[in-house]
């Protein structure tokens, strides 16, 4: 029977919370109970307080915010946590052991920072370059589109060189 117009609407059904969203992050086990599109940039920085990772263009041109996801380099401000979950993310907090990572280690042999703002989302390009490359050429280092505003692209370059030499050092 059709619904008069005074007859009381049935109340809408009450919207469950967002199922807590589960990811590792620097070898740790996190779980995210907010909004899914929340970007992971933001669970980093303000609920991990993993500042490091840092904010610049907000629109995937600047590279600042680069993580690894699975190994892979990955604007943080432009993955939503509900595509981040069940994926390892690696921030410049996670990347040393024991000892430095040789590609931090390159970065302070090169004197490679100037202001030093852009320098962790560098880092983690370069790491995940010279696991695909560990002999990188011209060619290679031109992929690197991660923006400096200082102009540190020649100390980066000579950075990413040294690195690699390092990363082919027997252990
Ligand atoms: S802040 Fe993510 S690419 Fe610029
Ligand atoms: S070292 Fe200053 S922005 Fe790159």
Redesign the pocket.
């Known amino acids: 029977m059709p619904r008069t117009t005074d007859e009381p609407a049935s109340p809408a059904p009450a919207r469950l919370p967002p199922e807590p969203l589960p990811i590792t992050i620097n070898g740790k086990p996190y779980y995210h109970d907010g909004d899914p599109a929340m970007p992971l940039l933001w669970f980093l920085r303000d609920r991990l307080r993993l500042t490091g990772t840092r904010y610049g263009c907000d629109d995937r041109s600047c590279g600042a915010c680069t993580v690894l996801v699975d190994g892979k380099a990955t604007p943080a401000c432009s993955l939503a946590m509900s595509d981040a979950a069940m994926h390892e993310v690696t921030t410049i907090e996670g990347l040393a052991g024991e000892a430095l990572h040789p590609v931090q280690q390159a970065w302070i042999e090169a004197d490679?920072?100037?202001?030093?703002?852009?320098?962790t989302g560098?880092i983690m390009a370069a790491v995940d370059l010279l696991k695909r490359k560990p002999r990188p050429r011209e060619e290679d280092l031109a992929t690197l589109s991660n923006?400096?505003?200082?102009?540190?692209y020649p100390r980066i370059r000579k950075a990413v060189l040294r690195a690699a030499e390092l990363l082919r050092e027997p252990k």
Do not use: H, M
């Open positions: 490679a920072v100037l202001c030093g703002y852009c320098q560098q923006l400096c505003r200082c102009g540190a």
